[in-house]
């Protein structure tokens, strides 16, 4: 399964899912996304910076002396348009899952199959 096919496979299992984009933080680049309608480049642009700012950038290193020191593995936004979970992949520092969603998707839900994401990509290789 390549990436497209893993973000293709995310947003199917995820209810609520409208956007699943893989980036790479140290570029602040989206390199694969599957969305239920066509993006602006301009949003994924802007994705892909909050991304690498709550993962690894100033907001990643003002919560390091809150979680022991290390960069956070994921974090989320939540209002009442969507919901938005960036999980950073536990291969690569530098490679990380965005998802979009409705604000009522389980976050649970969301974060499980990111990780599975993770798998797939990994063994897509």
């Known amino acids: 399964m390549d990436v497209a096919q893993a973000l293709d496979a995310l947003r199917a299992d995820v209810a609520g899912c409208e956007l699943a984009a893989f980036t790479d933080l140290s570029s602040k680049?989206?390199?694969c996304v599957s969305a239920a309608g066509?993006?602006?480049q301009e949003e994924l642009d802007a994705l892909s910076e909050i991304a690498e700012t709550v993962l690894a950038g100033s907001v990643a290193e003002a919560a390091q002396s809150l979680?022991?020191?290390?960069?956070?593995?994921?974090?989320?936004t939540m209002t009442n348009v969507d919901l938005?979970?960036?999980?950073?992949?536990p291969s690569s520092e530098n490679e990380?899952?965005?998802c979009v969603c409705a604000p009522n998707?389980?976050?649970g839900t969301v974060m499980e199959r990111g990780k599975h994401t993770f798998d797939r990509i990994g063994a897509a290789g």
């Open 29 to 31: 680049m989206v390199l």
């Open 38 to 40: 066509r993006r602006a």
């Open 67 to 76: 979680i022991g020191g290390q960069l956070p593995a994921s974090a989320m």
């Open 84 to 89: 938005r979970v960036f999980l950073r992949s």
């Open 96 to 98: 990380a899952l965005i």
């Open 105 to 107: 998707t389980d976050i």
